[in-house]
């Protein structure tokens, strides 16, 4: 059974850091390439960071870009999301999980990925 369990959320001030992790079982970790998305309040989903199955690759969104750092420690089934200068913004669900199969759909748990499983999310509150 796929498990993915985020945790490492709260609430933070504006420019402040953050490291969530995602801790993965029930399936090979290290042969898959993951991401981080994020729901906010009203908005769609949004793939925020994704990082190939060896780490030896990573993509962003721009909203993150040069703020947000994705890394992966195959040996323990984990993927990290370092996150600094956060902005009010930020303020969302966030998710991590295997790529997604087709496109990014408005609910982030409605989109299609592989093994089908999504965990709890971890709630980041950006506010001052």
């Known amino acids: 059974q796929v498990q993915l369990v985020e945790s490492g959320g709260g609430l933070v001030q504006p420019g402040g850091s953050l490291r969530l992790s995602c801790e993965a079982s029930g399936f090979k970790f290290s042969s898959y390439a993951m991401g981080w998305y994020r729901q906010a309040p009203g908005k769609e989903c949004e793939l925020v960071a994704a990082?190939?199955?060896?780490?030896?690759?990573?993509n962003y969104a721009d909203s993150v870009k040069g703020r947000f750092t994705i890394s992966r420690d195959n040996a323990k089934n984990t993927v990290y999301l370092q996150m600094n200068s956060l902005k009010p913004e930020d303020t969302a669900v966030y998710y991590c999980n295997l790529l997604p199969i087709t496109t990014v759909q408005r609910m982030c748990v409605m989109t299609v990925v592989t093994f089908g499983s999504w965990g709890q999310g971890t709630q980041v509150a950006v506010s001052s």
């Open positions: 990082i190939t199955s060896t780490g030896d690759s990573t």
